[in-house]
């Protein structure tokens, strides 16, 4: 039997009974980035409307009770739900989802599909594996290129279908029905449990699925491919956003636009020329800071060594330099009596030091530094 989720993809909230609760612990990923591992407790329901991560998709949040759900993981025919709160079993109980993040997950999974199937008629590009990521999602292709002009010709069809409004419809078949030789699929995991679910695009699509999806890919709104990158040996990746992404994604873009306008003071059209100019300025600047760097430690080198207090031991701190101007300074300096201690950068931040001078007194002194 499919979960709720499954069975109604756009239900909200609904109520059901606890099964069980036992003690468990989960391991997460803190704001420092170590992991951390939370005591609490793995909660089974008569159903879900929660969906757990399986196929590429991650797993819906929620709540039970106004309890918060942190992880809902499939084991067999049953889904378990991570709570810092026991749940009493034979309780009924009140799940709602996070449908903003169930949505945007809909949208994803049905615009791989889109793509996958248009990808495979148009070029026979097959896809061995999708990531729906936080930020964008990534399909790997059977293949070790893919060319411009095969990800126009994709998107351009994909929005294509978006904008005929073709029907999605989800069904379940029996195991031993001879359909399910006809539908595609990456193959079932080693402990699926009751019917076969198959997730069908009108006129284009039929595959194996256990994830969440729209009704009708007028409900992806768009899909933008935002390029092709190189993947394992011979696979190529293809990124992409579909529905309210491409939203977000054109929001932050103008903002970025608004602001390099404000920067640059030229219009959009005009940015990368701008861009180009300054990065043209900036290399030269640099060329020009650089021999004036030089110029100047030949200059320091010398002032040292007329210096009244030449000898013994000379220290030099300068906020501006790098690592050729100290060692300019050294070669021109070139004293093997006087030891001579260079730094230069920030005060406040890192630097570089140079130790020159008697080996004896390096190879003493050094470790110290």
């Not at 997460?28 to 969906?51: A, I, P």
């Not at 073709?166 to 449990?193: M, T």
């Not at 020009?288 to 007329?306: E, T, W, Y």
């Amino acid at each position: 039997m499919a979960f709720r989720c499954q069975r109604d993809s756009y239900a909200r909230e609904f109520t059901t009974t606890v099964v069980s609760c036992r003690p468990a612990e989960l391991q997460t990923e803190g704001s420092n980035g170590k992991k951390e591992v939370l005591s609490g407790f793995q909660v089974v329901l008569e159903d879900t409307l929660l969906f757990p991560e399986g196929g590429g998709q991650p797993d819906d949040h929620g709540t039970i009770n106004g309890i918060s759900v942190l992880r809902v993981t499939r084991r067999g025919a049953q889904a378990d739900h991570f709570t810092q709160t026991p749940l009493t079993p034979g309780t009924e109980v009140q799940v709602q989802v996070d449908w903003e993040r169930r949505f945007d997950h809909m949208q994803q999974h049905s615009g791989q599909h889109l793509i996958t199937a248009v990808a495979d008629h148009l070029f026979g590009l097959k896809t061995t594996s999708w990531e729906l990521g936080r930020l964008r999602s990534v399909i790997e292709l059977d293949s070790p290129s893919v060319t411009i002009e095969q990800v126009a010709a994709i998107e351009q069809s994909v929005n294509e279908k978006i904008r005929d409004r073709l029907p999605v419809n989800v069904r379940e078949l029996s195991l031993d029905d001879p359909e399910v030789a006809q539908v595609r699929g990456r193959g079932l995991p080693d402990d699926h449990a009751g019917p076969i679910r198959v997730v069908t695009i009108e006129n284009v699509d039929a595959n194996m699925c256990c994830g969440t999806h729209v009704s009708n890919l007028s409900d992806l709104q768009v899909i933008k491919i935002l390029g092709i990158e190189k993947g394992k040996k011979n696979k190529t990746n293809l990124a992409f956003l579909a529905g309210n992404r491409v939203l977000k994604w054109m929001e932050r873009s103008h903002g970025t636009e608004k602001a390099l306008t404000a920067l640059l003071k030229c219009g959009v059209e005009d940015h990368v020329e701008a861009v180009k100019k300054l990065q043209n300025s900036t290399k030269l600047l640099q060329k020009n800071n650089l021999n004036l760097l030089r110029d100047l430690a030949v200059h320091v080198a010398h002032s040292l060594r007329n210096s009244p207090d030449w000898g013994g031991v000379v220290t030099l701190h300068r906020k501006e330099g790098d690592s050729e101007f100290m060692n300019i300074i050294a070669n021109e300096i070139g004293s093997e009596e006087t030891l001579l201690f260079l730094t230069v950068g920030d005060e406040k931040g890192a630097g570089l030091f140079l130790l020159a001078g008697p080996a004896e007194a390096v190879e003493t002194l050094g470790p110290r530094s």
